[in-house]
């Protein structure tokens, strides 16, 4: 039983990884993590040639990854949220799958998990990350999001800011509850000059938020792991 772990984010141990690494450990299987920003995979260029082959024709990693894909029994996906989507490595890899969809279907029915972490948006990056495994055929069994560390928290330049981005979170502006208020709410104090779009006053009064530091979080990690472990065996 092999169960592939693939991270789409570039942030060194960062919290994404914390996740897809807790997936990996609960399968109790032989399992690889890979970091798409060690690599190198691109973007497809849609020049359809794979539609005849099944292979990708471009000169990168993802020819050594496709491989690891296609001997793995489950893959576990996961990305960061940036501008409310998945990250580029993410997006680029999601791409290349492509290639596995022609002539045959060579995902199918492989078991997936999903994962996204961000500070708003991490649901839909979930979701889309699932609707594309699915197209590949795969069985998503579980799908997990987070809250982490907002950029602004680790900058470095200052513990306030007049150009956060909270406001455009909020449910004022949205009209939608994308949980940021009650998850940041000891990490950030939104100053009394605060503007909503004109003036996104805000001190940090903390610079990290782990995952590892929510039991919650990590045992839901850990329960998704299991159902891989389950659906693999019943599937023998
Ligand atoms: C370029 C960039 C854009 C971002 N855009 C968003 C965003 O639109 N929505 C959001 O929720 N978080 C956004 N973030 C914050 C990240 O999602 C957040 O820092 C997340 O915790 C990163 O996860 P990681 O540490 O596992 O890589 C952005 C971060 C970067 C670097």
């Not at 984010?9 to 890979?34: C, V, Y």
């Not at 991490?122 to 999001?145: C, D, F, P, Y």
């Not at 987070?146 to 004022?172: L, R």
Request: include cysteine.
């Amino acid at each position: 039983m092999k169960v592939l772990g693939i991270s789409g984010s570039p942030t060194r141990n960062s919290n994404t990884d914390a996740l897809i690494e807790a997936i990996l450990a609960a399968t109790g299987a032989e399992t690889d993590f890979i970091k798409l920003s060690e690599i190198n995979v691109g973007p497809c260029i849609a020049c359809m040639k794979c539609v005849y082959t099944n292979e990708c024709v471009l000169n990168d990693h993802f020819r050594w990854l496709s491989g690891k894909v296609t001997e793995a029994d489950a893959i576990v996906i996961g990305s960061p949220t940036y501008y409310g989507a998945a990250s580029a490595f993410t997006k680029a890899f999601i791409e290349r799958l492509y290639s596995k969809r022609h002539v045959k279907l060579l995902t199918a029915r492989k078991i997936a998990a999903t994962v996204a972490v961000g500070v708003a948006a991490e649901k839909m990056v979930v979701q889309w990350l699932e609707n594309a495994l699915r197209a590949g055929g795969m069985e998503i069994v579980g799908s997990m999001t987070a809250k982490g560390t907002p950029c602004c928290f680790v900058c470095g330049p200052g513990g306030s800011c007049n150009y956060t981005v909270w406001n455009a979170y909020s449910k004022e502006l949205t009209g939608m509850d994308l949980g940021v208020e009650k998850a940041y709410k000891d990490y950030l104090e939104i100053l009394p000059d605060n503007k909503p779009y004109a003036h996104g006053s805000a001190r940090i009064l903390k610079n990290y938020r782990s995952v590892k530091d929510e039991p919650v979080v990590m045992a839901e990690a850990q329960r998704i792991g299991k159902l891989i472990r389950d659906r693999i065996e019943n599937l023998k």
